[in-house]
C-alpha cells in the first residue's frame, strides 16, 4: 500500500512550457485534490475531484486544469507555465466513509525562470 | 468562502516546556478541524483532530480545544521534546458537503531547544 504518490518530485521549466503532474492513490479513495504550498501563505487547493470524470475548481484554479478519468489518479496540467506558478504542489484524497483524513503525497517542486 | 487564521507564525520554546498554536475561523458552519504537521521535505501529515461535537480531544502529549461560540480552536503540545520541530498547520472544513474542502492557516514554524 503506497498511498499517496505524486510524479515527478523535481521539475524546472521554461516561461511558456507544458507539463503534466501525475497524483496516484491505492486506497480506494473518492475525493482527490491539488494544492499549492508557497512561503508564508499555507496551502491553497487549486482543484479537486469528488470522483471519477468529475473535476471542480478550488481557490486558485487559473492558469491549471485536471482531468480524473480514472478513479486512483487525478492529473494537474500546467498549459502555459509562468513564474507565478513556482511552488510545490501537493496531492491527497480522502475516502468519502467513514473519516475525513486528507493524505497527502510528498510533493512536486516545480520553478518556472 | 472560509477564513483561517494563524498564529504566531513562528515559535521558539525549551525542550519540555509546553507550545500552543492558535486559529480562527470565519464560517460558522465548520464542523470539522484537523491539525497537520509538515516536516521539511515532506506532505503534511495529520496529528489530530475534532469535530464541531466535542469541546476537547487530547492524544498523549498532544490536545486540541474547540470554542464554537468565538470561533477558534488551539493546538496544545505539552512536554515538547526536539522531534516536534517542524511546520503545524490548522484547517478548518464543512465535513459531509461536496468535496470536504479545507481551508488552510499560514502555518506555525515550531523549533524545540534541547
Known amino acids: 500500500n503506497a498511498g499517496v504518490t505524486q510524479t515527478p518530485k523535481f521539475r524546472v521549466l521554461k516561461t511558456g512550457q507544458s507539463m503534466t503532474l501525475l497524483c496516484a492513490q491505492d486506497m480506494n479513495h473518492e475525493y482527490m485534490y491539488w494544492y499549492r504550498q508557497d512561503p508564508g501563505m499555507g496551502l491553497r487547493l487549486i482543484h479537486y475531484?469528488?470522483?471519477?470524470?468529475?473535476?471542480a475548481k478550488g481557490e486558485v484554479p487559473d492558469g491549471y486544469n485536471v482531468s480524473r478519468l480514472k478513479k486512483q489518479n487525478f492529473l494537474l496540467g500546467l498549459e502555459s507555465a509562468a513564474p507565478s506558478q513556482t511552488s510545490v504542489y501537493f496531492c491527497?484524497?480522502?475516502?468519502?466513509?467513514?473519516?475525513?483524513?486528507?493524505?497527502f503525497g510528498p510533493g512536486t517542486r516545480l520553478t518556472v525562470t | 468562502g472560509e477564513n483561517v487564521e494563524q498564529h504566531p507564525s513562528t515559535l521558539s520554546v525549551q525542550e519540555g516546556d509546553s507550545a500552543v498554536i492558535k486559529c480562527t475561523y470565519s464560517?460558522?458552519?465548520?464542523?470539522?478541524f484537523p491539525w497537520y504537521k509538515q516536516e521539511l521535505g515532506k506532505g503534511p501529515q495529520l496529528i489530530i483532530d475534532?469535530?464541531?461535537?466535542?469541546g476537547e480531544k487530547k492524544d498523549q502529549r498532544i490536545a486540541v480545544t474547540l470554542n464554537k461560540t468565538a470561533k477558534h480552536f488551539s493546538l496544545h503540545i505539552t512536554e515538547t521534546q526536539p522531534e516536534d520541530s517542524a511546520v503545524y498547520f490548522c484547517?478548518?472544513?464543512?465535513?459531509?458537503?461536496?468535496?470536504?474542502?479545507?481551508?488552510f492557516g499560514e502555518g506555525t514554524q515550531l523549533t524545540v531547544n534541547p
Open positions: 484547517a478548518a472544513s464543512i465535513r459531509g458537503t461536496s468535496g470536504s474542502r479545507l481551508t
Open positions: 475534532i469535530r464541531s461535537n466535542v
Open positions: 464560517d460558522s458552519a465548520s464542523n470539522y
Open positions: 491527497a484524497s480522502i475516502s468519502n466513509r467513514g473519516n475525513d483524513e486528507q493524505y
Open positions: 475531484s469528488v470522483g471519477e470524470g468529475t473535476t
